[in-house]
DNA sequence: CTATTTTAGGACAAAAGACTCTCTAAAACC
DNA sequence: GGTTTTAGAGAGTCTTTTGTCCTAAAATAG
């Protein structure tokens, strides 16, 4: 797997945020119904999210969670180094230590493009970005749902 | 990470099996020392290639596992196939069961052009060019030694 | 001040992955 | 036939990941 599953269930979560309206807190209990990850684990995920100054919180009667920047701001990367940190894009395909520069493995070029083509992925997708292209084409962020039930629910 | 470990082990024996005479067994115990990875750990991912008839093995004194294909006719996804699976290949970056095809989520253009792009990279490299890169430039498959040292050793 | 809502944080449990150990089976050599 | 050399197979251990649960702390409303 690419990334771990707290990342994919991180990635979900932002995503959803970046459909609110960002002057309201979302309640952790919605959001885990709505976009279908066990409540408690997804608390576990935001509280990274928040510690890594990705989120704002707020406890307490309309509290909860929120983006602390502008959905335009935020790429899949900032989620992505804020739960599984940086191992993707600086670790070995062969997993020897103290890689590329100086005594590369046989497959280095070939693996630092395809490590690249990720990367550029992860920095060129704004969270902005993916819910326009969800909400334009009704895309879907559960199982089954798709954008406008997000946005409606 | 993109393999698991035992993939990237899997990996590092293939290519060193490319590196010899495809007419002789290779002992694991042997090799294993070579390649620095845990002789029964090595053994019960190389069961798995032979099971998945990328290697031979044989019993007794001179016995030991060999590529049952020219190294050309082996490439890295061959192997990955083998220890990994097709996960890699099908599975979707958010994790939604059901995918791609018919209703995906807001990042599957994105996502399907880097996996083509891994894809791309696994199938395109042969243990052999692997091996012929790693003679020409003396490249490591372990932490510290070169090429030489693998082919005297 | 008290009860309620909500995040924060730590302890715990289950599952998967990574690795070890031991015994068995086959082949070769003497 | 007996011993040695090797892969095969299974059980067992340790670690990491995934997921649950419970209590504390903050904020609000009455
Ligand atoms: S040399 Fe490059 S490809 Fe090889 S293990 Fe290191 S980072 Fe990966
Ligand atoms: S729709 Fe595509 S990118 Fe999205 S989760 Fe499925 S396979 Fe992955």
Redesign the pocket.
Known sequence: ?LL????V?GLRASIYLATKNNSE?????K?SETIEI????L??I??QL??QGLLD?????????RLKKPASEITLMDVVLAIDGPDLLTECALGLPGCGHQNPCPLHDKWATTRDSIKQMLESSSLEYLVERGKSEDLRLTNEGGFEKLLNG
Do not use: D, W
């Open positions: 797997m771990s599953k707290s990342c269930y807190y979302i309640p952790i209990k959001m066990s409540h408690h684990f608390t576990k935001l509280q928040t510690a919180s707020y406890k307490g009667p309309n509290g909860g969670v």
